[in-house]
């Protein structure tokens, strides 16, 4: 993909693409960002979690320049969002408001202005939108006027459009929201593909499996705080240790099973309401050599074994306390960010 943006302001590589140091902005009685601190190496994928109404938007919103902070600062590849916001803008690109100059156009139209509006030519706006409607599955639709267009296909168009120049850096507000799991998996890579050919992502998701599988780096954001950051793993280390889960092939060796698990990993199990299955925390991975022998000695065959880190929603509930609705509670994408 070409890239569009101003002369003067390519930013050069190794620097901080995201520099947030205090960010605060108030709505009347509502503080709701209060002293955000964020920083986002160029060239990786970010991934900002938190309720709703936690102040993550507004503060995406404070870095894209929709919103003047009331207090601290921010910069983009070194430019003040305040002070240099002319530039800045030059150098990102936003998802979240639909892809429409027209809702009567097509999706190919409304593609080729916005190409031209960014300075291709005729020719070059309609090879890029033909491009870009088959990289995101609009092929057979590329002649329905937006009007007629699905959630799901408007949102593949929204980011679609903001690909066009592909910026330095682009903010993706829920890309994913409404999309079947193939399609997700397509935006995936193309999210993917765009880091790999140079963008940086700042993302914002109600899926903590996207979060797990794409970003980089991971802040949770709550009540205007950031409470927790780091990468994945270092956040599932934070909040736990990992939990060892066995079968035994015989039900009647369960108890003293049990009884050998909690002797070696010294600590206490439980038995689910799946016959067999034992679960318990393990603090240290070498042990599971010794447990495997003491259960041979006992001669109690296994039939399945496995040792799981904390989940991303394990950590997102111990971290700010949310619980999740009963609707929500079998399903991995628990949380509303």
Known sequence: MDHLYGKGTRP????????????????GDNRAVDGVDL????????????????????TIRMLATLLRPDAGSARIF?????????????????????????????????LVIFSRLLGLGRAEAKRKAAELLEEFGLTEAAKRPLKNFSGGMRRRLDLAASLIAQPPLIFLD???????????????????????????????????????????????????HVVAEGTVDELKTSVGTSSLHLRVQQTDDIEQA?????????????????AGRITAPMANADLVTDLLIA?????????????????????????TGHGVTAEQSNSTEAVTV
Not at 258 to 274: K, P
Not at 299 to 317: G, H, R, W
């Open 12 to 27: 050069n590589q190794g620097e901080w693409a995201v520099e947030a140091k205090g960010l605060v902005k108030t709505f």
């Open 39 to 58: 920083k986002v190496r160029a060239g990786s994928i970010y991934g900002v979690l938190g309720p709703n109404g936690a102040g993550k938007t507004t």
């Open 78 to 110: 070194g430019h003040d969002v305040v002070k240099e916001s002319q530039i800045v803008r030059q150098l990102i690109g936003v998802t979240g408001q639909y892809a429409s100059v027209d809702e009567s156009l097509s999706a190919t139209e409304n």
């Open 174 to 224: 829920e890309p994913t929201t409404g999309l079947d799991p193939r399609t997700r998996a397509q935006m995936w890579e193309t999210i993917r593909r765009l880091v790999s050919t140079g963008s940086t992502v700042l993302l914002t998701t109600q899926y903590l499996d996207e979060a797990d599988q794409l970003a980089d780096r991971i802040a949770v954001i709550d009540r205007g």
């Open 258 to 274: 049990r009884r050998i698990v909690e002797r070696v990993l010294q600590a206490q199990s439980s038995v689910s309401s799946e």
């Open 295 to 319: 259960l041979r000695s006992a001669n109690i065959p296994l039939s399945e074994m496995s040792v799981q880190k904390p989940t991303l929603d394990e950590v997102f509930l111990t971290i």
